[in-house]
């Protein structure tokens, strides 16, 4: 069975300072991996994902994220945080749905409490 | 955003009655999911839908059914609530089964 974990519960850093969230998987193969973001009260925005190709990714609102296969790690950053950055993030992975097979049925890591400091 | 509601959007009931929440899509999209959200736990697959009458179980299923009797809309329903189904229910959608766009949730208090 297929597992996400996020080492980190909660995070806090400076507005204006990089951020780099992290997500390890276990995973047979290649799985399609995905961040999504919820600020309090709301549900979930996709930011980016990764199915193949090139393992850097950009999504939205600057953040972009690397598939690292040697290291089962898809690790989300940001380059400057902004304070409306502040929010929860969730790592999520699916077996790809070749054929039709898997139903993309997401599992979730715990999430990563994202605190911006002015 | 993707056309996706969920009513009610808040809910308190008793232990030992029937709830059920409703997840109506615009999208026409063809997969449905229901999650349930607590903390420490992310967000965990109660049941699942790949088309009109066709559903399965998921990772959280015991205590919960689903039925989806036409396209747009994808019930969740417990049977007998109990307070550990006390939780915040997302409904997801996709077409084509790989990424999913996620409703605004409904809070369920379970007295």
């Known amino acids: 069975a297929q597992s996400v974990t996020q080492p980190d519960i909660h995070i806090t850093v400076s507005e204006g300072a990089s951020l780099e969230l992290r997500c390890n998987y276990s995973y047979g193969a290649t799985p399609y991996l995905f961040w999504y973001v919820q600020s309090p009260g709301q549900g979930l925005q996709l930011l980016l994902k990764?199915?193949?190709?090139?393992?850097l990714v950009q999504g939205i609102k600057g953040f972009e994220a690397e598939f690292k296969r040697s290291q089962s790690s898809f690790n989300l950053r940001k380059p400057s945080v902004h304070w409306s950055d502040a929010a929860e993030y969730f790592c999520?992975?699916?077996?790809?749905?070749?054929?039709?097979?898997?139903?993309?049925?997401?599992?979730f890591g715990q999430g990563t409490i994202l605190t911006v400091h002015p | 955003d993707a056309g996706i509601t969920q009513s009610p959007r808040h809910k308190v009931t008793e232990t030992g009655t029937p709830v059920t929440l409703r997840c109506h899509q615009t999208?026409?999209?063809?997969?449905m999911y229901w999650y349930r959200q607590d903390p420490g736990h992310g967000l965990r697959l109660i049941h699942y839908s790949y088309g009109v009458k066709d559903t399965d179980k998921g990772e959280v299923s015991d205590g919960y059914s689903v039925s989806r009797s036409k396209t747009e809309d994808f019930l969740l329903t417990l049977e007998s609530a109990t307070s550990s189904q006390t939780s915040v229910y997302f409904c997801?959608?996709?077409?084509?089964?790989?990424?999913?766009?996620f409703g605004p949730g409904t809070r369920l208090t379970v007295l």
């Open positions: 999208e026409n999209h063809r997969y």
């Open positions: 990764y199915f193949s190709g090139d393992t």
């Open positions: 997801a959608i996709s077409s084509r089964g790989n990424e999913q766009f």
């Open positions: 999520a992975v699916s077996r790809p749905n070749a054929g039709g097979t898997s139903y993309g049925k997401l599992t």
